[in-house]
């Protein structure tokens, strides 16, 4: 249980970006999640699913992150530890997350959205790019100030340099 539960942090990790800090990983979760619900209320609607509301949506979602989490962990855990070739090993999750997404929660959208497949299909999908591009935005968003950051503190350590040169001469 120890190996699944590290594995399950390792996927989170890969999925949100390593960013070193938990808190900064538990509000991008939260964000991508409240974004994965507003997506599936609002293209819910548009597609004609019959009950869908914010928490059915958000019942939805939250399913879908534990499903998907869940089957990349178990197989990251049990299955890539046997595989030998590495890119097989990298791959594994990711095509299992698929499978489960296909098998269990479209299956498990259109019981509690009250939908066809095709329509949960793309209120489901719309809404896992939803939430993929902003953590893509914010990952980009914290690697430009984390750029800028180390570049204006170069800047600044040069600008002392000169400084200090300048009055040493005089």
């Not at 939250?62 to 178990?74: I, P, R, S, Y």
């Not at 269990?104 to 329509?119: D, E, S, T």
Request: net charge positive; charged share 10%; proline share 1%.
């Amino acid at each position: 249980m120890n190996s699944l539960s590290a594995e399950l942090v390792r996927v989170v990790q890969v999925s949100l970006g390593q960013h070193g800090s938990t808190a900064l990983a538990v509000v991008l979760g939260v964000l991508a999640l409240l974004a994965a619900a507003l997506v599936v209320n609002f293209v819910g609607e548009i597609f004609g699913c019959k009950l869908v509301n914010s928490s059915r949506a958000s019942l939805v979602v939250l399913a879908t992150a534990v499903v998907l989490l869940g089957a990349a962990a178990l197989i990251g855990v049990y299955m890539c530890s046997r595989i030998s070739s590495a890119a097989a090993a990298r791959w594994l999750p990711l095509t299992a997350a698929v499978v489960a997404f296909l098998a269990v929660v479209l299956p498990l959208a259109r019981l509690i959205l009250k939908a066809g497949y095709f329509q949960a299909l793309f209120t489901m999908g719309l809404s896992l790019a939803a939430a993929a591009a902003l953590v893509a935005v914010v990952n980009a968003a914290i690697g430009m100030t984390k750029a800028g950051e180390s570049s204006v503190g170069d800047s600044i350590g040069r600008l002392l340099d000169r400084e200090r040169l300048k009055e040493g001469i005089r």
